[in-house]
């Protein structure tokens, strides 16, 4: 069974840095690309980055574009956001999801766990 | 930039069908998928590309998408289906989901 398991998240001041990671087992990594979607306390889902199966291209939503980075390692099965300029607002619960791609359809087939991230001074 | 939107809340019955709408300019020429998110749990893919069931998934949800409206569908609706439910869809370069439907079971 595919397996998403996030880690790195915590509180931290506006302003601040966190970086996520997320691992993936059970399917072949490099031939999905990934993505990372918030939730913020009890509102809906919020896409907000993916990187492509060799990492070349990423999209981000404009909530993050220039404030995070997604990056992935696939020697090591692992996909990261590194999340800067932290606002409050960026408090979410922060989901790995592994993406398929079907004709004009891009979707998550399978989710991590997700981790809790708390910006608040 | 695209919306879907969503009702808030639909309640159902037991045993009765439940429909869930998402709203879109033209989403019949989009492809659409829905997933469940139970509470404290990570959301699960339930319909994609529109009519499609997932390995796994209960035949009583089925999914239709055409004109400017995708439903999801649940026949003969049990107590463990309630829960929220998102649509979505790709534009371009990002997923947009709609804004989520409780689905109460009373």
């Known amino acids: 069974e595919v397996l998403l398991v996030e880690s790195g998240g915590g509180l931290v001041h506006p302003g601040g840095s966190l970086r996520l990671s997320c691992a993936a087992s059970?399917?072949?990594?490099?031939?999905?690309?990934l993505n990372w979607i918030r939730q913020a306390p009890g509102k809906g889902l919020e896409w907000i980055a993916y990187?492509?199966?060799?990492?070349?291209?990423?999209f981000y939503a404009d909530s993050v574009r220039g404030r995070f980075i997604i990056s992935r390692d696939n020697a090591k099965n692992l996909v990261f956001l590194q999340m800067d300029s932290l606002r409050v607002d960026d408090t979410a619960v922060y989901f790995c999801?592994?993406?398929?791609?079907?004709?004009?359809?891009?979707?998550?087939?399978?989710w991590g766990q997700g981790t809790l991230v708390t910006v608040a001074s | 930039s695209y919306d879907l939107t969503q009702p808030p809340s639909v309640s159902v019955s037991p045993g009765q069908a439940a429909s869930i709408t998402c709203s879109g300019d033209?989403?019949?020429?989009?492809?659409v998928c829905w997933y469940q998110q139970k509470p404290g749990q990570s959301p699960i893919l339930v319909i994609y590309?529109?009519?499609k069931r997932p390995s796994g998934i209960p035949e009583r949800f089925s999914g239709s998408n055409s004109g400017n409206t995708a439903t999801l569908t649940i026949s003969g609706t049990q107590a463990m289906d309630e829960a929220d439910y998102f649509c979505?869809?790709?534009?371009?370069?990002?997923?947009?989901f709609g804004g989520g439907t409780r689905l109460t079971v009373l």
């Open positions: 999801a592994r993406g398929r791609s079907l004709s004009s359809l891009y979707y998550f087939d399978y």
């Open positions: 059970e399917f072949t990594f490099n031939s999905f690309g």
């Open positions: 990187v492509s199966s060799n990492g070349n291209t990423r």
């Open positions: 033209k989403l019949g020429g989009k492809s």
């Open positions: 590309q529109d009519t």
């Open positions: 979505q869809v790709w534009d371009t370069t990002s997923a947009l």
